[in-house]
């Protein structure tokens, strides 16, 4: 997930009663180095910073916020998923990997900086994804993303691996110039399955008919994972949900501190008889498709 960027635009809510949890002690404040930043074409950039603390504790779903060093503008720090993590070698630490697409003032000076200039980066912050302990024989975990939605997924297919489970990447994007990164997940061994809204690569229409398809055509379907659009989403836990399949979403939205206290992130989400906001940034990103109340 590359969350909004807020120099496009920002709309806060302020619901008054939610309690600001305190300070995790797992998360980290500190100067890091720029790596690498790599052009993936598109206006996407893989942003690799050396920060062993934070490659030591990310978890799938994790995310970060990343300041300019030294520098106030844009005031506002940027979300970013943790796409994934680097064992410390060769000469480096342990290092993060955040792949992100150009939107507007943030993250096109996040696509010019250069090995050796410094960032800001707190986290890891939020809620990551529940991942299974062990699969059951041949089923099927499902990753759904929708256009840079698939930058949360490099870190969970490992422990989707571990976890016993067979994986399938179902890709959706307006153009095939956004089905960034797949190479990876051929590296992994993960089948790639694509949908553009232009029908220039893969299926025409969204990938939200791959997922039922996929459910109809595979009797043993585990969890299902899914990042992108809100609208995406709302469609995959519609599909999901009729099927009775566990599901996760990982819900994108503007943020100001990622850590709860300015309440600019909520979402409404079910409780016993009643409904309640929750921040997106602590009690999520992730949340089970059965809780969130599509406004």
């Not at 960027?5 to 980290?28: L, N, W």
């Not at 698939?150 to 990447?169: D, H, M, N, T, W």
């Not at 890709?171 to 694509?194: E, I, K």
Request: hydrophobic fraction near 40%.
């Amino acid at each position: 997930m590359s969350f909004p960027d807020p120099s496009v635009t920002m709309r806060p809510r302020h619901p008054a009663a939610i309690m600001i949890p305190s300070f995790r002690s797992s998360v980290h404040d500190h100067t890091t180095r720029v790596s690498e930043n790599r052009d993936l074409g598109g206006s996407h950039f893989l942003l690799t910073l050396e920060a062993e603390p934070i490659a030591v504790s990310a978890r799938p779903g994790h995310f970060v916020m990343l300041r300019f060093d030294g520098c106030l503008d844009p005031l506002l720090p940027r979300p970013m998923s943790v796409c994934n993590v680097l064992p410390p070698g060769g000469g480096h630490p342990g290092r993060i990997q955040i792949l992100h697409k150009v939107v507007g003032k943030g993250t096109a000076r996040l696509s010019t900086l250069k090995p050796g200039e410094r960032l800001q980066v707190l986290g890891p912050l939020g809620r990551p994804f529940e991942t299974p302990a062990s699969g059951e024989g041949g089923s099927l975990a499902v990753m759904v993303a929708g256009g840079i939605g698939v930058a949360i997924f490099p870190l969970l297919v490992p422990q989707l691996k571990r976890a016993g489970y067979e994986s399938v990447l179902l890709f959706g994007a307006r153009s095939s110039r956004d089905l960034v990164h797949r190479d990876w997940f051929a590296r992994q061994g993960v089948p790639v399955r694509t949908a553009t809204e232009d029908g220039s690569e893969g299926r025409r229409g969204l990938v939200t008919e791959l997922l039922g398809e996929t459910l109809a055509s595979r009797t043993s379907v585990g969890p299902i994972y899914a990042c992108g659009p809100r609208a995406m989403l709302q469609a995959v836990s519609g599909v999901a949900n009729a099927a009775g399949k566990p599901t996760w979403l990982s819900l994108e939205s503007y943020m100001g501190c990622g850590i709860g206290a300015c309440l600019g992130c909520v979402t409404r989400v079910r409780r016993e008889r009643t409904w309640a906001y929750q921040r997106i940034c602590v009690e999520g990103p992730t949340f089970s498709s059965t809780e969130v109340l599509w406004e």
